[in-house]
């Protein structure tokens, strides 16, 4: 199991699916939530980084913005259909977010598909900084 | 996950009660069995009944119905209705899949003469009805111009479209379309997200289900609807897609920006809301008004595909094959609907999310056909066991305004039912429970197989003995395609 795996842990909900992610830093924590949200719709293992999208998004505090940035994945998986595999962040600053993202369009043909999300929820959720690190608990409506 | 001891009191045989505590401003009140109520001290959902009962302008009780399990703000199998003046709207007390619901077509098929023709035709379905996961297409694909039609008439644009009949209008709540629907007011990525799913069943525990009639309990109720033994049946559960979900995210964003401005403090912020009356609660129920309206037109084109497969595979006339819609109901949706509280007659803003609208005979929004025997109901089981066909009480408007139950309930979490889906071959599984199954996700199949849901029997039955529904029919299931 590598250190990036064990900093992110399925939250246990009886209707839906969370995710908490433990990171040194914000790039880090935003970059593990990605690749985390992106796990849950598909095997990660079969998808291979032909592509590479930029993506940003913008938010009043560090959760809102958090939150901003799944939404804005989750629009660009169901627009696009793009999955990612590899979320680099290069820029976390107060309002804004941005990254690039290496991954491919799902084709079911090819790819395990888990299942679909239909919203990033603000139930229980919480972006905070805890012993040196930042943490993230969120759960999604399947 | 254990959740906190919370004091119930109990008021009838199958009815128990939060009483008020803390900043809630009307008791909670829960439909269940002692064995279902033990099941539900595991998890946060009496939590979330509470929490509820804090939201502004809430009348009667903050009510949960027996397949209640923990949401996100609202549990699933939540009611609770607002007071128009001072009531507030909320977005979560939809849901994200507004309009999410199922109906139930009927056929003048029995299950043993379709038997070994199951295979080919639930691969046919498959083939004819995507999942509209990712980048898959929808059927038909929209112009943005024709889209907003589709969100101002709803199952209207499919008929005139050539998918179904005029007649299956007169089978689903509201006729398929709720009259305030306003386009202009969805975000354009939600309405880039609808161009493409119409048409789509979607993943989770959304299906097409072929079912036969295995029991029938009211054989009068079940004569005025046409069911028979052995008859085989389709029930179909999906809703507004992608551009429902985006519709609910970016109106609980303009509500948890506007809540202080309306002086709104929340234990919850998926609760967010804001009065009804109130610009943004208005532009909200224009907007979840187009949602219900995609999510009617999505149902409507799935049944005529589904049409479609049944007479391609099966070779036979549409009068023989009698492809019929007996009902079309939601079950995540806000409704301004007329109820009684404290002896007087109230115009109430209803929020059911996970709950089914459960209306008595003489209701005037029944259908006509169903006048005399109250509003049919359908509660999908988990896809091993089976389903059933329900009509409304005249003890519905007293005890839940007009509501009852929707479907089976999670037990499980999607994490723990994988866990014991582990080393279970589904395909095999299914096979041996009699149904035939295809589906896109493996993932998908083992988080819904049956062992994370209640027994939908004892959910059904707990309604029945409350006098809110009645059984009529339980189906089995034969075929099912998921996302």
């Known amino acids: 199991m590598t250190d990036k795996q064990k900093a992110i842990r399925e939250i246990e909900h009886t209707a839906d699916l969370g995710l908490e992610i433990e990171a040194a830093d914000l790039p880090g924590l935003f970059a593990s939530a990605g690749e985390a949200f992106y796990g849950l719709i598909a095997d990660p293992t079969e998808i291979q980084p032909k592509e590479e999208i930029s993506v940003s998004a913008t938010g009043e505090c560090w959760e809102e913005l958090f939150h901003a940035w799944l939404c804005e994945l989750l629009a660009q998986f169901n627009l696009k259909g793009f999955i990612g595999k590899q979320c680099r962040v290069h820029r976390v600053e107060p309002g804004r977010v941005e990254g690039r993202i290496k991954g491919e369009i799902l084709d079911l043909k090819r790819h395990r598909f888990h299942t679909e999300i239909k919203g990033v929820t603000y139930h229980e959720f919480k972006v905070w900084h805890e012993n040196g690190k930042w943490r993230a608990r969120v759960i999604f409506d399947v | 996950m254990a959740g906190e001891e919370i004091k119930l009191e109990r008021i009838e045989n199958c009815l128990w009660e939060i009483p008020r505590q803390g900043g809630m401003r009307v008791p909670g009140r829960i439909f269940a069995t002692e064995k279902l109520l033990a099941g539900l001290k595991e998890d946060n959902s009496l939590r979330q009944v509470m929490n509820v009962a804090h939201l502004p302008g809430i009348v009667g009780y903050s009510l949960a119905m027996p397949d209640i399990h923990w949401g996100y703000g609202f549990p699933i199998g939540g009611v609770a209705a607002m007071e128009l003046n001072e009531g507030v709207i909320s977005p979560g007390g939809v849901g994200y899949d507004i309009n999410c619901g199922v109906r139930l077509v009927t056929t003048h098929l029995t299950y043993s003469t379709i038997q070994r023709k199951m295979a080919g035709l639930i691969e046919t ?145 998926q ?50 094959l009698g492809f019929s819609l007996i009902y079309d109901v939601c079950h995540n949706i806000a409704k301004i609907e007329e109820h009684v509280v404290d002896g007087q007659r109230r115009r109430l803003c209803v929020h059911r999310k996970g709950a089914t609208r459960a209306f008595p005979p003489g209701h005037p929004q029944v259908p006509k056909a169903y006048q005399g025997v109250g509003q049919p109901v359908l509660v999908p ?60 996700g493996r993932g998908t199949m083992a988080e819904e197989m049956p062992h994370a849901y209640k027994d939908v029997a004892e959910v059904v039955e707990t309604m029945d003995l409350a006098g809110i529904s009645k059984k009529v029919a339980r189906f089995r299931p034969v075929g099912v395609i998921k996302g």
Not at chain 2, 233 to 260: P, W
Not at chain 2, 412 to 439: C, F, H
Request: hydrophobic share 35%; charged share 20%.
């Open chain 2, 125 to 269: 379905l498959f083939s004819l009805i995507p999942s509209g996961v990712g980048s898959e297409g929808a059927i038909p694909g929209l112009s943005k111009t024709e889209e907003k039609r589709l969100l101002r008439d709803g199952a209207r644009w499919a008929v005139a479209q050539g998918y179904g009949h005029q007649q299956d209008l007169d089978h689903m709540e509201e006729g398929g379309a709720l009259p305030n629907a306003n386009p202009e007011l969805l975000s354009d990525r939600a309405l880039a997200r609808g161009l493409k799913q119409v048409g789509t069943l979607g993943s989770g525990n959304h299906f097409l289900e072929i079912g036969r009639v295995e029991e029938i309990y009211l054989s009068d109720v079940a004569q005025a609807l046409n069911l028979f033994p052995d008859q085989v049946v389709v029930l179909i559960h999906t809703g507004s897609r992608g551009l429902g979900y985006q519709t609910c995210e970016d109106f609980l964003k303009v509500m948890n920006q506007a809540m202080t401005k309306y002086g709104i403090q929340l234990p919850d912020r």
């Open chain 2, 271 to 320: 609760l967010a809301c804001t009065p009804i009356k109130s610009p943004e609660g208005q532009d909200y129920l224009a907007a979840m008004a187009s949602a219900a309206n995609y999510a009617w037109a999505n149902r409507q084109v799935i049944m005529s595909q589904a049409e479609k497969g049944f007479l391609k595979v099966l070779d036979i006339s549409p009068a023989e």
């Open chain 2, 381 to 440: 089981g988990d896809m091993g066991r089976y389903s059933y066909l329900l009509v409304g009480c005249q003890a519905a408007m007293e005890k839940s305004f007009g509501s009852t139950c929707h479907g089976a309930g999670r037990v499980m979490s999607r994490t723990q039912s994988k866990k014991e889906s582990r080393g279970i071959n589904i395909d095999q599984e299914m096979a041996r429970r009699g149904v035939v199954a295809r589906y896109q």
